[in-house]
């Protein structure tokens, strides 16, 4: 039997995506080691100048590009599309996260690209699904949170809708489209045939909220916002910051009982079970605010580490980047970068023992024009030179205009 230096050592991808969802799919794949050619616009995709900005580079674009290559197309002219229908041919893949309807009037259905290549697999990402009763609405990730759910059942009662402060919808969205691609190409190995996926930024919402979703189509009891079961659980101020404790389990209750010096708990009757500290979850919480009032949030984590007790800090952003976890487990890791000279990016989640995943660095527009059009596909340099006279591929950046 043969091997693979990388997981996906042997996978080629398209990815015509765009923003968030569709080129985080792509950029997982690529860190387990595909070949992902990103197609985008000529001046590059619109996220290549999004902030915050790192020495002109945007933070916001390598998250989702880094490790791939480039090319740089006009795909409303009939030769950019005749370059995309060859790729397609030599292709596993193709991800792409347009409003559905939009791809097939480009020219490039599943149909139309099975008759192409009938191995290929597309991964269609929307924020609705391509069927549905909002199929043709357009969306980002704050509808998945809030059509869902979620928003209401983050916070406390009587605050107002809470969105997370990162783009959760779309990270799993992506996700969820990369398990999909793998399943696909696991099941192509057998049947020889591609075929075409649909994932959506509201099913991933639902997914989120499955568990109260489930209980109220059961029950009609709607929950309360702020419910987090038996205390410890949650987060709680200290003298100095926050920490998070999660202790709620009944085996955990007698650690809970040391860290607090209250041995005699474990004979209350108000504690005996989790329910019972629940309904007294007022009286457990007191007790830990007066204790953790005492303590900065390192000494604290340390008190109830001590205890075995699950404790972690709540961090600011400054904090988090200055935790060695991330970086001693290559989570985020440097890289080389062709405007910052160097920067941060998301990296190793899996740590395969035999076969690594790839962390790259980001393509310039178009980087990788010759390599994939004379290269991959077989055309002259003088085709080359005609598609860059005729606009149909190019080079060019729009970099000038960032600030930084």
């Excluded at 616009?41 to 290559?69: A, D, F, I, M």
């Excluded at 983050?154 to 990162?166: A, L, S």
């Excluded at 160097?342 to 390599?371: K, L, Y």
Aim: aromatic residues 6%; glycine residues 10%.
């Amino acid at each position: 039997m043969g091997s693979l230096n990388h997981p996906l050592g042997n996978v080629r991808v398209i990815d015509l995506g765009r923003h968030q969802a569709g080129p985080r799919c792509a950029q997982v794949l690529a860190r387990m080691g595909a070949e992902v050619i990103k197609v985008e616009r000529l001046g590059g995709e619109e996220t290549r100048y999004h902030g915050p900005w790192v020495r002109k580079q945007s933070s916001y674009w390598v998250q989702y590009n880094s490790g791939k290559k480039s090319l740089s197309i006009d795909l409303r002219k009939e030769q950019g599309k005749e370059i995309l229908r060859k790729l397609v041919k030599v292709s596993d893949v193709v991800v792409q996260n347009f409003r559905p309807g939009t791809i097939e009037k480009m020219g490039f259905s599943y149909d139309v690209l099975k008759e192409l290549n009938r191995k290929i697999i597309m991964v269609n990402v929307s924020a609705y699904g391509q069927f549905g009763p909002y199929r043709d609405k357009i969306g980002y990730d704050p509808i998945g949170q809030t059509m869902s759910g979620i928003t209401m059942v983050t916070g406390e009662e009587g605050m107002p809708p809470i969105r997370t402060g990162v783009p959760i919808i779309d990270r799993i969205t992506a996700l969820h489209s990369a398990i999909g691609t793998l399943a696909a190409l696991h099941e192509r190995e057998v049947s020889g045939e591609g075929q075409s996926i649909d994932v959506c930024l509201a099913d991933t919402g639902y997914s989120l909220t499955e568990i109260p979703v489930s209980a109220y189509h059961g029950t009609k009891k709607a929950p309360s916002r702020g419910e987090s079961g038996a205390p410890p659980t949650g987060i709680y101020p200290c003298k100095e910051g926050w920490v998070l404790l999660s202790a709620g389990d009944q085996h955990h209750w007698h650690r809970v009982c040391n860290a607090l010096g209250k041995p005699e708990w474990l004979e209350d009757p108000r504690f005996i079970t989790r329910p019972d500290r629940a309904a007294n979850r007022d009286v457990v919480n007191q007790a830990l605010n007066d204790l953790l009032a005492t303590m900065t949030m390192d000494e604290a984590i340390a008190h109830f580490t001590k205890h075995d007790v699950v404790a972690a800090p709540v961090n600011t952003i400054p904090l988090a980047e200055a935790d060695p976890h991330p970086w001693e487990r290559r989570a985020m890791v440097d890289v080389p970068d062709f405007l910052a000279g160097e920067i941060a990016v998301s990296g190793d989640f899996w740590h395969f023992s035999r076969t690594p995943a790839v962390v790259g660095s980001t393509p310039q527009v178009g980087e990788h024009n010759e390599e994939v059009i004379c290269g991959l596909l077989g055309y002259s340099q003088e085709d080359l030179a005609q598609f860059r006279e005729d606009q149909v591929i190019g080079e060019r950046h729009e970099y000038d205009e960032v600030p930084g």
